[in-house]
T-cell receptor
Framework: DTGVSQDPRHKITKRGQNVTFRCDPISEHNRLYWYRQTLGQGPEFLTYFQNEAQLEKSRLLSDRFSAERPKGSFSTLEIQRTEQGDSAMYLC?????????????FGPGTRLTVT | GQNIDQPTEMTATEGAIVQINCTYQTSGFNGLFWYQQHAGEAPTFLSYNVLDGLEEKGRFSSFLSRSKGYSYLLLKELQMKDSASYLCAPELNSGGYQKVTFGTGTKLQVIP
C-alpha cells in the first residue's frame, strides 16, 4: 500500500454513460497526476495538479475528459459520453519533492471497461 | 513518448545480474524515474536520479548520465519475483512545468 487510494477499483459501464473516478493522494503531497494505461503500453500522461491548480492537460485528451482537485486534496476524473476506446486502467499518482529527493507513488488504479 | 527508448523484452537467469538501458531526449530534462510494474498492478516506485552517477538501493541500482541522455537500471541477484516490466520515466520541463512521461517499458523474464 503506497498511501494513494483510488475508487472504484473496477468500473464497467455502457457506451455513452458518464463515469467519475476519485483519487486520494498521500496527504502531504502537493502534486497529483492522472495517467491512462492500456495493455502493453506505459502510463500515458493525462493531466496534473500542483495543489488545486491544474497545470497541464494532455493534448490527447478530448473535451469529454475533465479533472478537478478542489482544495488541493482529493481529485476526481470524469469521462463524459464514454466510448469503447476509453477502456483502460486509470492511474493516479502523487508526489513530493525535497531538494534532489523526489518520490512519486501510484495508487492501485481504476480499471474501466466500456461495453 | 518523448523519444524514450528502452528494450522491449529481456530474459535473464535467476541469481544473475541484468542491466536495463534507457535513452531519452535531453531537452528540458530534470530527472528520471524507474518503476517496476507486475502484470495487472500499478507501477511501483524504484528510484529517482537527478545527479550523474550511480545510486544503489539494495539489489537495485540506477545510473544517470545527463549529458548523454542515458540511464540504466541494474538488478543484482535476480529472483523469480523480479519478473516484471521496468519503466523508464524522465521528468521534463514543459511550458514551465515539470511533467513525467513514460516509455513503453522493458518486460523482464527471470528464468530458473
Amino acid at each position: 500500500d503506497t498511501g494513494v487510494s483510488q475508487d472504484p477499483r473496477h468500473k464497467i459501464t455502457k457506451r455513452g454513460q458518464n463515469v467519475t473516478f476519485r483519487c486520494d493522494p498521500i496527504s502531504e503531497h502537493n502534486r497529483l497526476y492522472w495517467y491512462r494505461q492500456t495493455l502493453g503500453q506505459g502510463p500515458e500522461f493525462l493531466t496534473y495538479f500542483q495543489n488545486e491548480a491544474q497545470l497541464e492537460k494532455s493534448r490527447l485528451l478530448s473535451d469529454r475528459f475533465s479533472a478537478e482537485r478542489p482544495k488541493g486534496s482529493f481529485s476526481t476524473l470524469e469521462i463524459q459520453r464514454t466510448e469503447q476506446g476509453d477502456s483502460a486502467m486509470y492511474l493516479c499518482a502523487s508526489s513530493s519533492r525535497q531538494g534532489v529527493n523526489y518520490e512519486q507513488y501510484f495508487g492501485p488504479g481504476t480499471r474501466l471497461t466500456v461495453t | 513518448g518523448q523519444n524514450i527508448d528502452q528494450p522491449t523484452e529481456m530474459t535473464a537467469t535467476e541469481g544473475a545480474i541484468v542491466q536495463i538501458n534507457c535513452t531519452y531526449q535531453t531537452s528540458g530534462f530534470n530527472g528520471l524515474f524507474w518503476y517496476q510494474q507486475h502484470a495487472g498492478e500499478a507501477p511501483t516506485f524504484l528510484s529517482y536520479n537527478v545527479l550523474d552517477g550511480l545510486e544503489e538501493k539494495g539489489r537495485f541500482s540506477s545510473f544517470l548520465s545527463r549529458s548523454k541522455g542515458y540511464s540504466y537500471l541494474l538488478l543484482k541477484e535476480l529472483q523469480m519475483k523480479d519478473s516484471a516490466s521496468y519503466l523508464c520515466a524522465p521528468e521534463l520541463n514543459s511550458g514551465g512545468y515539470q511533467k513525467v512521461t513514460f516509455g513503453t517499458g522493458t518486460k523482464l523474464q527471470v528464468i530458473p
